[in-house]
């Protein structure tokens, strides 16, 4: 497949080279040594190390690992099943994880595609976080992929070069989304749903409100129809303090609470919690505003 890569600096073809990257500009990036390739350029970052601190990412490892969120991950690979089954067999397509953390659910939607289908896609995968510490981890799960540290404001992609983009929990930038995705292409948006970590939030605020609808309609109209819905919900028994406080780590609320309130999970070992996530695939509207048919 020809690259799909974009020079953060001129906005040209980026190509494959022994050692990274370079575009006709001789603007060159090199590999580092776990494979992946830092696009991210130094004027444009906002702090020293953007994204998830190692922490968080060996939190989040850890606690994907135990397959807490299979389920999830299954949810999330059913709805991109149904959308790759649309596509001409035996073209060429191209998956980004935009905001991919340290590649879970990546790496399992690999796994189960390569499983499912006699005559299968010829699939490129893709994975992008502004996090380098989450890229280097997620390096190690495929060496195979394309893995690269940059901003989801400013994705390292060629405009209409891909056929679909995942986004997990993680800031969503529906414009860059539409810029990359082919006519057609889809966005599969994934965030928590009203009751998500219910258990863990009644002991983190005095009063529980349920999760509102996510702004990603609104935000996404302009450029996006919505196509499916789906939410994965279950019961959740965490029996460890440790697996109590590699959730809290992941969680926006690691930052956001008082002292006292997190010595009050950090004397947790036990915690019944609730698992809620919604699962929307939105696809690109044509040039004239309408959705396009495959
Ligand atoms: C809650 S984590 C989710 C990670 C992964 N999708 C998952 O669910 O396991 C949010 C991720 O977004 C990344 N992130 C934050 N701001 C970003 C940005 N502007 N561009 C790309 N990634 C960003 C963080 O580094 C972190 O890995
Ligand atoms: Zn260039």
Redesign the pocket.
């Known amino acids: 497949m020809p690259s799909i890569i974009q020079c953060p600096v001129c906005r040209e073809p980026l190509l494959p080279t022994a050692t990274g990257y370079q575009c006709a500009a001789l603007h060159c990036f090199d590999a580092a040594r776990q494979g992946y390739v830092n696009l991210v350029l130094s004027h444009n970052k906002h702090s020293k190390e953007p994204?998830?601190d190692p922490e968080m990412v060996l939190s989040?490892r850890r606690f994907?690992e135990l397959g807490f969120y299979n389920p999830v991950s299954d949810g999330i690979n059913e709805a991109i099943g149904t959308v790759l089954a649309e596509l001409e067999r035996g073209s060429g397509c191209s998956v980004l994880d935009a905001?991919?953390?340290e590649g879970?659910?990546l790496a399992r939607l690999k796994k189960t595609l390569a499983q499912g289908s006699a005559s299968p896609l010829v699939l490129e995968y893709h994975g992008?976080?502004?996090?380098k510490f989450?890229i280097r981890l997620a390096t190690q799960r495929d060496r195979s992929m394309g893995w690269f540290v940059a901003?989801?404001?400013d994705l390292p992609y060629l405009d209409a070069s891909l056929d679909l983009v995942l986004n997990?929990?993680?800031?969503a930038n529906t414009p860059e989304f539409a810029r990359i995705l082919k006519e057609g292409g889809s966005l599969v948006f994934v965030s928590p749903g009203p009751r998500h970590l219910n258990g863990l939030r009644e002991i983190i605020y005095p009063v529980t409100r349920e999760h509102g609808a996510p702004a990603i309609t609104a935000k996404a109209e302009a450029f996006f129809a919505p196509a499916a819905v789906s939410r994965i919900t279950y019961p959740l028994e965490l029996k460890s303090n440790e697996e109590i406080m590699d959730l809290l780590a992941?969680t926006p609320y690691y930052w956001n609470i008082d002292r006292e309130t997190k010595a009050k999970v950090t004397a947790l070992d036990y915690l019944q919690l609730d698992v809620d996530v919604e699962i929307r695939v939105f696809r690109k509207k044509s040039g004239n505003g309408e959705p396009t048919e495959t």
Not at 128 to 131: E, L
């Open positions: 994204g998830d989040r994907l905001g991919c953390g879970f659910y992008v976080d502004v996090s989450a901003s989801i404001n997990v929990f993680s800031p992941m």
